[in-house]
T-cell receptor, first 117, second 115 residues
Framework: AQKVTQAQTEISVVEKEDVTLDCVYETRDTTYYLFWYKQPPSGELVFLIRRNSFDEQNEISGRYSWNFQKSTSSFNFTITASQVVDSAVYFCALSEDLAGTASKLTFGTGTRLQVTL | GAGVSQSPSNKVTEKGKDVELRCDPISGHTALYWYRQSLGQGLEFLIYFQGNSAPDKSGLPSDRFSAERTGGSVSTLTIQRTQQEDSAVYLC?????????????FGPGTRLTVT
């Protein structure tokens, strides 16, 4: 069975601080995909990134960066120089690779990030 | 282009009544998913469609829940004899193949309240 753990329930930071959201996953699959979604107060889940299990390269997109480490089954997300607009609930998710067919997402419980001035 | 749309955005119903929730996926997306988000259970998978077929219904919590998809497009999630524990936000997502996998794009959800 697949499982995603986001141990941080809530994080509060002051604007311009860097913050890292942790994600640890469990799966028996050798091929799988990891995702991060953002859920702002409006409620709609917004796709941020997808990473497959064969690609351990870290990725940077503007102020966002992701660190995927298979050895520790972690896929952590860092926001550099946080802004108030980053305030949201962030979900890490995992899906298995069914020979290129679609698969359900298994979500973590989410981390609520509060960025204040 | 248009994203995933869901209707209604809010639904209040009395315990024991049936409800239908609708999802319009992004045009051309072959896969469609239903999830439920509630305070106690987080984000849970319910069912997924590939075309009009449902290869994975493993998340449906009881036989009161059913879903169908027609024309490879619109999907309806039906909950019969609603119970208070069915109160949640029901999210729909759609996806199409991108490289070797599918990225799911979510709709705004339907907030269901059972009184």
């Amino acid at each position: 069975a697949q499982k995603v753990t986001q141990a941080q329930t809530e994080i509060s930071v002051v604007e311009k601080e860097d913050v890292t959201l942790d994600c640890v996953y469990e799966t028996r699959d050798t091929t799988y995909y990891l995702f991060w979604y953002k859920q702002p107060p409006s409620g709609e889940l917004v796709f941020l990134i997808r990473r497959n299990s064969f690609d351990e390269q870290n990725e940077i997109s503007g102020r966002y960066s992701w660190n995927f480490q298979k050895s520790t089954s972690s896929f952590n997300f860092t926001i550099t120089a946080s802004q108030v607009v980053d305030s949201a609930v962030y979900f890490c998710a995992l899906s298995e690779d069914l020979a290129g067919t679609a698969s359900k997402l298994t979500f973590g419980t989410g981390t609520r990030l509060q960025v204040t001035l | 282009g248009a994203g995933v749309s869901q209707s209604p955005s809010n639904k209040v119903t009395e315990k024991g009544k049936d409800v239908e929730l609708r999802c319009d996926p992004i045009s051309g997306h072959t896969a469609l998913y239903w999830y439920r988000q509630s305070l106690g259970q987080g984000l849970e998978f319910l069912i997924y469609f590939q075309g009009n077929s449902a290869p994975d219904k493993s998340g449906l919590p009881s036989d009161r829940f059913s879903a169908e998809r027609t024309g490879g497009s619109v999907s309806t999630l039906t909950i019969q004899r609603t119970q208070q524990e069915d109160s949640a936000v029901y999210l729909c997502a759609s996806s199409t193949r991108t490289g070797q996998t599918y990225e799911q794009y979510f709709g705004p959800g339907t907030r269901l309240t059972v009184t």
